[in-house]
């Protein structure tokens, strides 16, 4: 099992393909083939980018036959969001104190 790791993570997603080939595979499970067909590169190119998403703990595979079937990691596909949540939580925060602090205006 491939952990996440948070690093492999924003790497991977700083990449478009790789970000398209996610929002794909939030629709269901697919194989390469089904990925390559919607996307301007060839299939070899696709594997590539499943490979670094898997990697980074966000794509999960299992074997159907002589095909592989894509997916989402759940788990690091949630990490990720808890990593988000918290940066959010963060910067709300901050601009929250940072509104606190201001001199009221007089009208």
Do not use: C, N
């Not at 269901?28 to 299939?43: H, N, Q, T, Y």
């Not at 959010?88 to 104190?97: I, N």
Request: proline share 4%; aromatic share 6%.
């Amino acid at each position: 099992m491939v952990t996440y790791q948070s690093e492999e993570v924003w790497a991977a997603l700083g990449d478009r393909t790789r970000r398209a080939v996610l929002l794909r595979l939030a629709e269901g499970p697919m194989a390469v083939g089904e990925l390559a067909a919607d996307l301007p590169v060839s299939r070899p190119a696709v594997s590539q980018h499943l490979k670094v998403l898997k990697d980074a703990g966000l794509v999960a595979e299992r074997a159907v036959g002589a095909r592989r079937i894509y997916r989402l990691d759940e788990v690091g596909v949630a990490a990720l969001r808890d990593q988000l949540d918290t940066f959010w939580a963060r910067a709300l925060s901050g601009y929250q104190d940072l509104v606190g602090q201001l001199p009221e205006e007089k009208s």
